[in-house]
């Protein structure tokens, strides 16, 4: 399915304009709800998650998307198609706001599918691109991720990689005690402010054998270089095949720069975070945010309440 994009071009040529969003995992951390409903389509607030992500790629001029999909996941492709039916009942209402937002996706980008078939893991999600890739870099967004609206990392990433070629990754410090749940890079200094050299890269390494509290999170711009690399990796971590093991020999050959991002990062994939990313944008929303927030305030303040009363209890 391909379907029209209204997004602007970027001010300047850039050498990527392709960006691949894998969606094809199981959303085991968020059964049974995702037994039916692909995790991607959560709603964070009244959007999908996974939404959040294609406006990010297109705001940064990425006018192309490949979405790497699996078995049930055809919710994700009938979201950012047209919905005939729906359009006409809203423009029939006159319910111009709600008749845009569900035009919306389909003009973001230009969008393609794909069945990545067997779940083998990241590198292969990504190898799954090659054929609608060809030889340009592309940029890898991951659905789990969401970088807030205002925040300018892939456009900074895209930057980097004009300048310095090769693939360029997003890294975030981290507590150490967190870096076993995320791959974990390897920098030197590059000379420039936010910008490092990465010298090797750790799929979820222990806190003693980690290289650095540098994480890798779900942001990539790639050289086409990779899916050579990906061929022939083999099954890493878990049994599959990981984009870090393939990055990892690209950056023994001096051919990954890190962008070290400190602004504000949603992580979808976990319930918590989830709950909490629900909540902050609902906050920040001009529609939701001044009723939403004075209910907060009154529900948080009831808590303690009820937290002091239980400890005068025991202390009775």
């Known amino acids: 399915?391909?379907?029209?994009?209204?997004?602007?071009?970027?001010?300047?040529?850039?050498?990527?304009?392709?960006?691949?969003?894998?969606?094809?995992?199981?959303?085991?951390?968020?059964?049974?709800?995702?037994?039916?409903?692909?995790?991607?389509?959560?709603?964070?607030?009244?959007?999908?998650?996974?939404?959040?992500?294609?406006?990010?790629?297109?705001?940064?001029?990425?006018?192309?998307?490949l979405m790497v999909t699996g078995r049930h996941k055809r919710a994700i492709e009938?979201?950012?198609?047209?919905?005939?039916?729906?359009?006409?009942?809203?423009?029939?209402?006159?319910?111009?706001?709600?008749?845009?937002?569900?035009?919306?996706?389909?003009?973001?980008?230009?969008?393609?599918?794909?069945?990545?078939?067997?779940?083998?893991?990241?590198?292969?999600?990504?190898?799954?691109?090659?054929?609608?890739?060809?030889?340009?870099?592309?940029?890898?967004?991951l659905g789990d991720d969401l970088i807030d609206a205002r925040e300018t990392l892939l456009s900074r990433m895209l930057e980097v990689r004009d300048r310095f070629e090769g693939s360029v990754v997003a890294l975030m410090e981290v507590d150490p005690s967190q870096v076993h749940l995320y791959g974990c890079a390897a920098v030197e200094h590059s000379g420039e402010d936010g910008v490092v050299r990465v010298t090797g890269l750790v799929e979820k390494p222990s806190p003693e054998n980690a290289p650095s509290n540098y994480a890798v999170i779900g942001r990539y711009v790639l050289d086409p270089e990779v899916f050579g690399v990906l061929e022939r990796t083999a099954p890493g971590r878990g049994g599959e095949i990981q984009l870090t093991d393939a990055l990892q020999e690209l950056a023994a050959g001096g051919a990954v720069h890190g962008v070290v991002f400190d602004g504000l990062r949603y992580d979808t994939g976990d319930k918590a975070d989830y709950l909490r990313t629900v909540v902050r944008l609902a906050c920040e929303r001009p529609d939701l945010g001044p009723e939403f927030t004075a209910w907060l305030k009154e529900f948080v303040a009831g808590l303690t309440a009820d937290a002091t009363a239980r400890r005068s209890d025991r202390a009775a």
Do not use: W
């Not at 392709?18 to 692909?38: I, M, S």
């Not at 996706?105 to 999600?125: E, N, T, V």
């Not at 990504?126 to 890898?140: I, M, N, S, T, W």
């Open 1 to 65: 399915m391909t379907a029209p994009h209204t997004s602007p071009a970027p001010t300047s040529p850039r050498s990527v304009r392709k960006a691949v969003v894998p969606a094809a995992g199981l959303g085991t951390r968020f059964l049974p709800a995702t037994k039916a409903t692909p995790k991607e389509m959560l709603p964070v607030v009244d959007k999908p998650a996974i939404q959040y992500v294609v406006e990010e790629a297109a705001q940064a001029g990425l006018d192309d998307i």
């Open 78 to 141: 009938d979201h950012f198609d047209n919905a005939f039916e729906l359009e006409q009942a809203l423009a029939a209402k006159g319910d111009t706001v709600r008749l845009d937002a569900v035009r919306d996706p389909s003009r973001l980008a230009d969008i393609h599918h794909i069945r990545q078939g067997d779940p083998l893991g990241l590198g292969h999600a990504v190898l799954c691109a090659k054929h609608h890739v060809g030889d340009q870099p592309f940029a890898v967004l």
